[in-house]
């Protein structure tokens, strides 16, 4: 069965940091590119970083390049963001993605919320 399965997200204080997971199975995992984006209460979900096959590592939103950082392991089959000096207006539903053969696939969120 193809899927993405986060987790690691929780409740953090600002300032604080997570590292969030995402396991695939179900496809060769090295093959593709790998994103994770987020979605906060009444707004789009935005796309926050993509790591491709060659490991280049794209962090696409200013408010959060320097504090996030998003790595692989193929071995594992596992995807990373890690999240550091975390704000309040990084709370959202992150979400694991890959494009398998124009198939789009979702993991099913992990919440993060960062609040004192």
């Known amino acids: 069965q193809v899927q993405l399965v986060e987790s690691g997200g929780g409740l953090v204080q600002p300032g604080g940091s997570l590292r969030l997971s995402c396991v695939a199975s179900?496809?060769?995992?090295?093959?593709?590119?790998m994103s994770w984006y987020r979605q906060a209460p009444g707004k789009e979900r935005e796309l926050v970083a993509t790591?491709?096959?060659?490991?280049?590592?794209?962090i696409y939103p200013n408010s959060v390049k320097g504090r996030f950082t998003i790595s692989r392991d193929n071995a594992k089959n596992t995807l990373y963001l890690q999240m550091n000096s975390l704000k309040p207006e990084d709370t959202a539903v992150y979400y694991c993605?890959?494009?398998?053969?124009?198939?789009?696939?979702w993991g099913q969120g992990t919440q993060v919320t960062v609040s004192s």
């Open positions: 993605y890959a494009d398998i053969q124009l198939q789009h696939l």
């Open positions: 179900g496809f060769t995992f090295s093959a593709y590119a």
């Open positions: 790591i491709t096959t060659a490991n280049t590592r794209l």
